[in-house]
């Protein structure tokens, strides 16, 4: 089982970011999917997440409206996109998903909760 998260990177403030999170052994649209982030010396923030199917979708205040969090069943990818950024978002960006969940309705906040990990992208918002 892996995840594989990509397309971190400098934006400037008000730009946009897509990340990718690949996962490969397990499909991914039967379980709930987390994105994460870590400031640099800050705790690990729950960002937003999925349900299994897509049905619903979730967001931390400080990014509701921005930010979206999708699945793609063929590519077996979860996306996050990342508009009107802001400084305030840099960080380390982790994908994780929790495979106890199969079919769940619901998806966590707790990093505890989610049990595979992808190994993170840097997002830096700088001007």
């Known amino acids: 089982l892996q995840l594989q998260a990509s397309g971190g990177g400098l934006v400037q403030p008000g730009g946009s970011l897509r990340l990718s999170c690949a996962a490969s052994g397990f499909t991914l649209n039967y379980y709930p999917m987390g994105w994460f982030r870590q400031a640099p010396g800050k705790e690990r923030e729950w960002v937003s997440c999925?349900?299994?199917?897509?049905?619903?979708?979730y967001y931390a205040d400080s990014v509701k409206g921005r930010f979206t969090i999708s699945k793609h069943n063929a590519e077996n990818t979860v996306y996050l996109q990342m508009n009107s950024l802001k400084p305030e978002d840099t960080a380390v960006y982790y994908c994780?998903?929790?495979?106890?969940?199969?079919?769940?309705?619901?998806?966590?906040?707790?990093?505890?909760?989610?049990?595979?990990w992808g190994q993170g992208t840097l997002v830096t918002v700088s001007s």
């Open positions: 999925i349900t299994s199917v897509g049905r619903g979708t």
């Open positions: 994780a998903a929790n495979l106890r969940m199969f079919a769940g309705t619901s998806c966590a906040r707790n990093p505890s909760e989610y049990e595979h």
